[in-house]
């Protein structure tokens, strides 16, 4: 059997200095107070409206994401080289995404595969020589992080379309300043409710050139039928900007505007939470609804910033993540800081008979799969399931990675009146701007809540806990 990393016991079973003070709490605490306060959180997020919709499901209710007390918490120095990895990380992707749709020096030099990038369906030849604003691709990420052992973390994904999951940071942390002032007073947490300040900034500094002194942002949604649209609306309400549909912009003289009671006013940054093909009719889908006829020639024309950029999907494709670091050496001349999980191409002969051979000892993934949908985690499968995904494999190799089941870290988590080790990942959030890089200390750990599952989704029933960075 695996042994999992416990950050509260670390690997010899004894206390970690950071959650000694979580320890004394819980020991004083009766178990009839926490379930109370759980009760009392749950019934506040409900109050709020947090809550998402499953696709494709047959209720099609919407869900409230369990929310789990206890939090995670992180040492000042492990933050500190978390911080640089994402940093280090990040402006590397930056720097591929400029090449990839300019100059392609990485596929000169042979590092990737052309047929990997010219044949992957969220590749955009729309942006092959279009110029973004300030040179930046990705001014939101969301890079989920798994650990493994006292100083190993790991790199699982990166999330660089349309990260989600930062308003479930900031409400936990609003829950628990509420709920638990007596735990907050045992430690020195590092905030997190400056972030929309820091993302109203971030997507102000990248305004495009013929901006005005005050750049005018909006948060553009797909509607209220979209199962991030609370986050939508939170943001924009926390960001003090316009939360808009396709239908509320207008492109005219290649210029991007809002319609509003006193006529047409521009628009110059576009935080935008709608897929590139449903973004503009002209140039994507003709059948979308959702986008802005035009908006494309508005972009091209260097009127508006698009957060993220259009075409930023080739770089969170589960297949490019395997050569991230080399990405990371071919531009920075740097040893990555964060290390990816080791991972099997299938595409390649030699990498698809080992995963063939190995299957039920694997993690296999779809390399366009999100949500914890389209996996399979052999040591977890039947003879059935891994016979079914065996011909998956063998009919299209090439949408398929494979990677070692990892020991995700647990952390203390409320179950059952009682307090159990749960697995966990972490995804902060990385702002990138034209004057500097910004992350808030923390971002949102997602906790696997059934007993052994490593699936840590919110669709697959994960919940999520608050984290908190010591501020030493």
Request: charged share 25%.
């Amino acid at each position: 059997m695996t042994v999992c990393f416990d950050e509260m016991k670390g690997e010899d079973g004894n206390l970690r200095a950071t959650y000694e003070g979580l320890d004394a709490w819980l020991r004083d605490l009766s178990p009839d107070v926490l379930d109370q306060r759980c009760q009392e959180a749950e019934f506040l997020f409900r109050r709020i409206g947090i809550t998402f919709n499953v696709y494709g499901e047959a209720d099609a209710t919407e869900r409230l994401i369990p929310f789990d007390v206890i939090p995670r918490i992180i040492a000042a120095d492990e933050w500190k080289r978390l911080e640089r990895g994402l940093t280090q990380r990040v402006k590397a992707i930056n720097l591929y995404l400029k090449d990839i749709y300019g100059r392609r020096e990485i596929l000169r030099k042979g590092l990737i595969p052309e047929d990997l990038v010219f044949q992957n369906q969220v590749f955009r030849p729309e942006m092959n020589g279009q110029k973004v604003p300030h040179d930046i691709y990705i001014h939101i990420a969301g890079i989920d992080i798994v650990r493994v052992a006292a100083d190993t973390f790991y790199v699982l994904e990166d999330n660089v379309r349309t990260p989600s999951g930062v308003s479930y940071m900031l409400e936990n942390r609003e829950i628990m300043m509420r709920l638990f002032p007596d735990l907050f007073s045992r430690y020195r947490v590092a905030p997190v409710e400056n972030y929309p300040d820091e993302l109203l900034a971030t997507l102000r500094s990248v305004a495009p050139d013929t901006a005005a002194a005050e750049p005018n942002v909006v948060l553009l949604s797909p509607g209220i039928y979209n199962s991030a649209y609370f986050e939508h609306s939170f943001l924009a309400d926390k960001l003090g900007i316009e939360l808009v549909e396709g239908r509320d912009l207008m492109v005219k003289g290649g210029v991007v505007s809002m319609r509003t009671t006193e006529g047409p006013k521009r628009v110059d940054v576009i935080y935008r939470r709608v897929d590139d093909d449903f973004l503009d009719p002209l140039s994507f889908r003709p059948d979308s609804t959702l986008g802005v006829p035009g908006l494309m020639s508005a972009y091209h024309a260097g009127n508006v910033t698009l957060a993220n950029a259009v075409g930023t999907g080739i770089a969170d494709d589960k297949a490019i993540y395997s050569y991230m670091p080399e990405i990371v050496k071919f531009y920075l001349g740097e040893e990555p800081i964060l290390q990816n999980v080791p991972t099997w191409r299938c595409r390649e002969p030699d990498h698809l008979a080992y995963v063939l051979e190995h299957l039920p000892e694997l993690v296999v993934k779809e390399v366009h799969g999100s949500g914890g949908y389209g996996m399979l985690i052999g040591p977890m499968a039947d003879k059935g399931k891994l016979a079914a995904f065996r011909t998956r494999i063998e009919a299209d190799p090439k949408n398929y990675i494979a990677q070692p089941t990892l020991a995700l870290s647990t952390c203390p988590t409320w179950v059952d009146r009682g307090v159990a080790p749960r697995h966990i990942d972490l995804r902060p959030f990385v702002l990138t701007g034209s004057d500097t890089v910004r992350i808030v200390p923390g971002g949102l750990t997602r906790v696997a809540l059934q007993r052994g599952s490593l699936v840590v989704n919110s669709s697959q029933g994960g919940g999520t806990k608050d984290t908190w960075v010591l501020d030493v």
